[in-house]
């Protein structure tokens, strides 16, 4: 691999961990806010189902997930079992798509 291409992704890894950190924050203090304000899960899901602003703050969630697990996982496989052919990044591929199929799901059955 090049090295503009290992710098894409140290930037990319990085930067979904910087919208990882304020994703996880967020959805803490929201969960820790609704659940001392009293909310069950049901009153909890009643309120958010069909909320576009949850919808696409999950999604994004969802992205910085896909973005920033195979590149992290990449790294260590290389490191680790010392698999740097072709077919590790493909492996990758499918995980992300994985990742973003489940992920998806997950938002769609919440806020869709």
């Known amino acids: 691999m090049n090295v503009r291409a290992q710098a894409i992704l ?5 930067a979904s961990a910087a919208v990882l950190g304020l994703c996880v924050l967020v959805h803490l203090a929201t969960m820790i806010y609704a659940v001392r304000g ?3 899960a049901a009153e909890i899901l009643t309120r958010t189902h069909g909320s576009v602003a949850w919808f696409a703050f999950y999604s994004v969630f969802v992205l ?3 973005v920033h697990v195979p590149i992290g996982l990449r790294s260590v496989l290389g490191e680790w079992l010392a698999w740097r052919s072709p077919s ?25």
């Open 38 to 40: 009293g909310l069950t």
């Open 88 to 112: 590790r990044d493909w492996a990758l591929a499918v995980l992300a798509g994985f990742l973003w199929t489940m992920g998806m799901r997950a938002v769609l059955a919440v806020f869709g």
């Open 64 to 66: 910085a997930i896909v």
């Open 10 to 14: 140290w930037t990319a890894q990085r």
